[in-house]
């Protein structure tokens, strides 16, 4: 099986610290788009690149914040690990330090996600019926540490399954790689990346309706396409879930692009809402838990720092990395500590049921 190698971040390669910006920039024309669409971005390109030259015309390094090690462990999976005598570390959060000036990702993040989000809204994608499943497979592997403390261990990724009821009215269903199947159904909460591997707990029921947290894929199809007003959504619904809002955002975010299949216009707007997050900036070369190499955009907080991952040619949405972001007592900065690889999006008519035809 393969598993996302480790790449420290206190090393850097020549290629981050002499960006090459033709990487990032925009796309060529795109059919549809208008010719003033296109002289904006041209434009808006032209100052990004002046802005970042110094004398010499070098290209101005970008900087990176680096925050303690404050937490790196996933608290849903505790529960499944402390069975075995290993339990996931989780000590009390502290807030992200703000971004001085700085209202929206790094512009080459930005670029990036214009990218993307281009892609997904030329993405063509079957309608799900209200009585189907969302089925999506990966492939997961989550870091555990001991009880007595020390680096923690990384196991080789396994297969994970997921059937989720469209409407939310039917029972779904949880398969992971050597563990009993798993019922989700309208009385447990639906596990996202965080929860990987996790049990739903006895008598935990959805007390409200479907959520941005406990989305089902109607709710996903109904959120609103203005990236504005989506991330103004996402930020409301999250309130509560941590001190650092910009993270909470697109920690949600990227749990909606893991486990839902999201119309193209709903997928596109989540990247263009990610983009308006300020932190967030690029990472050049990641690997998924497959080993598919892609280009990523991360964000640190609480010391470890999250990547989505997408393919460098198609701009597909790849799966998800956390790393360490700086050294400690779990390992050196740039450690795994978990990893994802999404390989199939599809409909189908009944829990545990296999599509005919793989999509992704």
Known sequence: MNTAPRRPTDHRSEETEHPDL??????????????????????????????????????????????????????????????????????????????????????????????????????????????QFVYVESRVAYAAQSAGGGPVSMPPAHRRQVWSSADGRRAGLLREEGGPDTRLGTDAPRRGLDGRGATPGPGASRTA?????????RFVASLPVDPDALLELIRDETRGQGRDPDQRAFTAIGELLAETWAPPAVEAALYRAAARIPGVTVVRTVADAAGREGVAV???????????????????????????????????????????????????????????????
């Open 298 to 360: 991360a964000r640190t907080a609480y010391g470890r720092q999250t990547q989505w991952i997408f393919d460098r040619t198609t701009y597909a949405f790849l799966g998800e990395r956390t790393v360490l972001a700086e050294a400690g007592d779990a390992g050196p900065a740039g450690t795994v500590v978990g990893t994802s690889a999404v390989l199939v999006r599809a409909a189908v008519d009944r829990a545990g049921e296999l599509p005919a035809r793989r999509t992704t």
């Open 209 to 217: 309706g479907p959520s941005v947290t406990e989305p089902t894929h």
């Open 22 to 131: 033709t990487g990032l920039l925009a796309p060529p024309p795109v059919p549809g788009m208008t010719r003033d669409r296109e002289l904006l971005l041209r434009e808006a390109l032209l100052r990004d690149a002046a802005r970042n030259r110094v004398p010499g015309g070098a290209c101005a390094r970008s900087a990176r914040s680096r925050r303690h090690l404050v937490r790196f462990a996933l608290p849903a999976l505790a529960c499944a690990l402390a069975a075995v005598g290993v339990v996931a570390v989780d000590p009390p959060e502290r807030g992200a330090a703000p971004v001085a000036g700085r209202h929206t990702a790094a512009p080459e993040a930005a670029r990036l996600l214009d990218r993307v989000a281009l892609a997904a809204a030329r993405t063509q994608r079957p309608a799900v019926r209200a009585d």
